[in-house]
């Protein structure tokens, strides 16, 4: 009789025991599509904050003290350029400029199509240059650009394109 009892127990036991494996893999399952939802809307969410903060550069017309603005807004960002286009008198003049003045090469950049290219220029123009009105690189503050956000390969912002209107 004792060993009865013993089996009965033990049984109980496994059968007990496999019941809440089964829930927990039951509730696993039905978990799994949730989290990996909320995830995707998490990353949606992430970058439409991103997105967001270089709404007001994103194909609109900007002033020269915009330009400036974004020199210091951005200054804190390891990889970011900025790229200016100008027509002063009767020439147009191109240059690139890094708000954290860590380096002085930029990315590269063709400035008749707007695009980020291949290889590295020079972007040695700092913030003295584009607001001392004796410079060449001089940035008038109600001039007008239409600027363009710039993002590399990876879809990450790198920098802004301002080009004169």
């Known amino acids: 009789m004792e060993n009865i009892a013993t089996f009965l ?3 109980i036991g496994v059968c007990l025991t496999l019941t809440i494996i089964m829930a927990g893999v039951a509730l696993w399952n039905k978990v799994v599509p949730i989290i990996t939802t909320s995830n995707a809307q998490a990353a949606q969410q992430a970058r ?7 709404s007001a550069y994103d ?3 900007t002033s020269g003290s915009q330009i400036l603005t974004a020199y210091r807004r951005y200054s804190y960002h390891d990889v970011f350029y900025l790229y200016i286009q100008t027509n002063t008198n009767s020439w147009t003049l191109n240059f690139g400029m890094q708000p954290n003045e860590s380096t002085s090469s930029c990315a590269g950049f063709d400035f008749s199509t707007g695009k980020l290219t291949t290889g590295t220029q020079s972007c040695n123009i700092s913030l003295n240059q584009v607001t001392n009105n004796t410079s060449s690189y001089y940035i008038p503050p109600q001039a007008r650009f239409r600027s363009t956000v710039l993002k590399d390969a990876n879809d990450r912002v790198t920098g802004i394109y301002f080009m004169a209107q």
């Open 48 to 54: 439409a904050v991103v997105d967001d903060e270089y």
């Open 9 to 11: 127990k033990w049984t």
């Open 59 to 61: 194909n609109q017309i």
